[in-house]
């Protein structure tokens, strides 16, 4: 157990914690949150015992093993598999002890040495540590490569592996999907849902949060407050308390008037029926949504565009790759017309970022043609664009190159909805934060009124109120856009169509984003059976006797499997029978403008994320189910 009792924290002159009483158990999932600089990652320091309480005590069970990730990027020419394995303390010293006793020579190692590894699984400890990589994207032949051989991000998802490696009581993840792919995100929450120990993670992915924490605690106002459930119950909690807050309330009707606009425009415009349902749905969701993020500091939109040319950009029987090397990508054809909102799938390596250096510049079309309409304006938001930025000026100095003629004033007000404000604006940007050059970087993308959008991981470094922010500005945005990106919720909210981008090849993704971990599961089969060789037996001749006789026990062998998935299907039809019900019990609005209703509003918003997070795990369940049930038919 980790027990907090009358904490309180300084980092320098601030005080991030006042009086923090909280205790967690093993087996309990705790989402860190908070905004930046409001205390995270110096929890986790003081966990560590890297800094020390002002006041109050910490305490653990005795000889608790506290597992986290590095921060430093490794470094060595050990092979990556024993670097992962370097990670269970108890393994390297038994393996060492036994090395020793074999050294001395002439008599047997002692039986209690033996013991001691079949205790702690160290006969298994390098396929566990293969399993780990592997399921962090890793192919087979990685395990052997030096570490110095690796890039800085698969570097961190070797620490991530060896963090994980370890058999430890309490596990510390600080933004642990940072360098992952979509892939190695949802194997990720997999492993973690098994942790037997306390998990406490700090992340900005509401998804991955939802997926994996049963608990959130909210760093605000020097304060922790715990909440039960997960993030989504978590937002659905807090919008009811901030609704009880009479400043706050007006400003949530505000709000959700706002994106009401946004409902009816698009409701009735049939020659954007498609993109209307999708963004319909998840402007319906924005409304609950809304009031948990009301005192956010962030709030922009995106200018309208001067000009919204019919074609955009195309591509025709394009080869795309780097000089010198084999094409990544062949025979892609894509038409971005007015409109078009797409996402991009894919694991990290297969094409997704030289698609889009291909749409913004041009730079990796090797042959084929690229088509750009003369009012087609580009706003290109990549991780590397955040090294452009000059580091001695400062984020006005910036903005007055792309709007010269607006006040400073003007300024001041564009700036502020990105969370600069004061004299903050002044400040060279070269001491600045990843989350703070990210929001910069796209404040002066936004500022060019930009028709067509190419966003590669916008989302990284940006914390959970600017990524809500984020979300709204592109629902609302008019234009076309084209966005990579392992935030699931960001690629549901925003996108109405996904390619796949795999084999050398981008196709049309017909399935909807959370089909997406049941393909890339059918594509490991294939893959599976395709290196292995396999091929089915040829059945033996069976009389009709025989026949009867085995399908029945077949039958009989698959019926508690087949039970289970019937069941479920049973449980899911409920469910969403249930949340259809409260879909259109929040759709009233005389829900939302009569305040003595205020009581009856937070149940329903309580009882659908309640019922939503039911649906999502029998999902998970049913996939499960059902592909043991394929398995041994």
């Known amino acids: ?27 309990q999932r705790l989402g860190v949150i908070g905004a930046n600089g409001s205390g995270k990652s110096s929890l986790f320091a003081m966990l560590l015992g890297e800094l020390e309480v002002d006041d109050g005590d910490l305490a653990l069970n005795a000889g608790y093993v506290i597992a986290h990730v590095a921060q430093e990027s490794p470094h060595g020419s050990s092979p990556s598999i024993d670097y992962v394995m370097d990670g269970d303390a108890e393994l390297r010293s038994a393996q060492a002890d036994i090395a020793a006793s074999e050294a001395q ?11 001691r590894m079949e205790n702690i699984d160290g006969f298994s400890a390098e396929a566990r540590a293969a399993r780990l990589l592997h399921g962090l994207g890793f ?20 620490n991530l592996a060896r963090a994980l490696m370890c058999r430890s009581d309490m596990l510390l993840l600080d933004e642990p999907t940072n360098h992952l792919d979509l892939p190695a995100i ?29 608990r959130i605690a909210h760093i605000e106002h020097q304060e922790v407050r715990l909440f039960s459930g997960n993030y989504s119950q978590f937002e659905a909690q807090r919008a009811e308390q901030l609704a009880q807050q009479q400043a706050m309330f007006l400003r949530q ?30 402007l319906e969701r924005m409304q609950k949504i809304a009031p948990a993020h009301v005192d956010s500091p962030f709030r922009f939109h995106f200018l309208e565009p001067k000009k919204q040319p019919q074609h955009l950009l195309g591509l025709t029987d394009a080869v795309l790759g780097y000089e010198g090397s084999a094409p990544v990508l062949e025979k892609v054809v894509l038409n971005l017309s007015a409109g078009d909102r797409v996402g991009l799938l894919g694991v990290n390596g297969a094409g997704k970022s030289t698609l889009v250096k291909c749409l913004a510049s041009g730079s990796t079309l090797l042959s084929g043609e690229r088509v750009l309409s003369k009012d087609t304006k ?7 664009q955040l090294e452009l930025l000059r580091p001695e000026q400062s984020p006005i100095d910036h ?31 070269a001491p600045f934060s990843g989350g703070e050059k990210a929001r910069l970087v796209l404040a002066l993308m936004i500022r060019q009124q930009p028709n067509l959008l190419l966003l590669d991981e916008p989302t990284n470094h940006l914390d959970l109120e600017m990524r809500q922010a984020l979300s709204v500005a592109l629902i609302e945005y008019t234009g076309a856009l084209v966005v990579i990106s392992h935030d699931r919720h960001l690629l549901r909210s925003v996108c109405d169509e ?40 040829p059945k033996r001749q069976l009389n009709k006797k025989q026949q009867r006789q085995e399908q029945a026990q077949r039958r009989q062998r698959l019926k508690p499997m087949l039970d289970k998935v019937r069941e479920i299907e049973r449980q899911l039809a409920d469910r969403r029978s249930k949340l259809q019900t409260l879909d259109e019990s929040l759709a009233d609005e005389t829900l939302y403008a009569d305040q003595e209703r205020q009581a009856e509003l937070g149940q329903l918003v309580r009882d659908q994320a309640t019922v939503k997070s039911e649906i999502e795990s029998l999902e998970w369940d049913w996939l499960e189910a059902s592909e043991a049930l394929e398995s041994a038919s």
């Open 1 to 27: 157990m980790l027990s907090l009792s009358g904490i309180r924290l300084r980092r320098g002159r601030k005080v991030l914690f006042e009086n923090v009483s909280l205790q967690v158990h093993a087996g």
């Open 253 to 282: 009707q505000k709000d959700i008037k706002h994106i009401q606009t946004y409902v009816d425009r698009f409701r009735y415009k049939a020659s954007k029926a498609r993109q209307a349902q999708s963004r319909l749905k998840m």
């Open 186 to 214: 949802l194997w990720l929450e997999r492993w973690l849902k098994r942790y037997e120990g306390i998990l406490l993670v700090i992340s900005h992915d509401r998804d991955f949060l939802d997926q994996v924490c049963t």
């Open 399 to 429: 903005l007055r190159v792309y709007a010269p003629a607006d006040r400073e004033q003007d300024h001041r007000n564009y700036l502020g909805r990105f969370g600069f404000s004061g004299e903050r604006i002044f400040d060279p940007v």
């Open 498 to 537: 996904l390619l796949i981008v795999h084999d050398g090849i981008v196709d049309r993704f017909k399935r909807s984003l959370d089909e997406y971990p049941a393909w890339l599961k059918e594509r490991e089969l294939e893959q599976n059976n395709s290196e292995s060789g396999y091929v089915t037996e």
């Open 139 to 158: 192919a087979d032949a990685d395990t052997a490569r030096p570490v110095d051989a690796f890039s800085g991000g698969w570097r961190m998802r070797l």
């Open 105 to 115: 020579g002439g008599s047997a190692v002692p039986h209690a040495l033996y013991e």
């Open 378 to 384: 580009i706003g290109y938001f990549a991780q590397h």
